[in-house]
């Protein structure tokens, strides 16, 4: 998608223009495409790679089912392994995987700090849990990204993203990428 790269092009020239410090993070990382993107923009920062890498979890599609979010399937884009992605990726150095359930996954991460998240779970509950850990640990000037914020397949992305944004007292603003996304800064 032109314009999600575009986007991410940009925020990472901010980023980077502004000297805002911290790691670069994933949140659902699927086969790496987008992975490969963010290592080039972000090639000497850490980047916190994160996904269950055996698709979607029973509790997050029991959510989606009884919210009436999405038709949601355990176990969907589970044809992928951390093999396909690191092929993707020319920076390996600075690449952290961290395969299973998240947030579970981030124990140990709580003195780090992020400059860029990107999170695209597709599902209400992970998406709402990305923001409550990633957005804390924003430094100001830092940029969530949160893909599926305006597809209607996906409709608990939205409603995740709306219920943070109000608890917080935050903003987002929509991208018109194929899929609308939306930003949250710090």
Do not use: Q
């Not at 409603?159 to 899929?179: G, H, M, Q, R």
């Amino acid at each position: 998608d032109y314009v999600m790269v575009s986007t991410l092009e940009l925020i990472a020239r901010e980023i980077y223009d502004k000297k805002v410090s911290g790691a670069v993070a994933e949140l659902g990382v699927y086969r790496g495409d987008f992975t490969k993107v963010i290592s080039k923009f972000f090639n000497d920062r850490k980047l916190y790679l994160f996904d269950t890498f055996e698709g979607f979890d029973e509790n997050d599609v029991t959510i989606e089912k009884y919210k009436n979010y999405s038709n949601a399937k355990v176990g969907h884009l589970k044809d992928t392994n951390i093999d396909i992605v690191l092929s993707k990726i020319v920076h390996k150095n600075e690449v952290c995987i961290k395969k299973g359930y998240f947030p579970e996954t981030a124990i140990g991460l709580e003195d780090e700090t992020f400059a860029f998240v990107s999170i695209d779970v597709d599902l209400f509950k992970p998406t709402y849990d990305g923001l409550c850990f990633f957005y804390s640990k924003l430094t100001k000037g830092g940029y969530i990204l949160i893909h599926d914020y305006n597809n209607s397949y996906y409709s608990g992305v939205k409603e995740a993203v709306n219920k943070f944004c109000k608890e917080k007292n935050v903003t987002c603003i929509p991208v018109s990428d194929y899929l609308g996304s939306a930003i949250i800064t710090k």
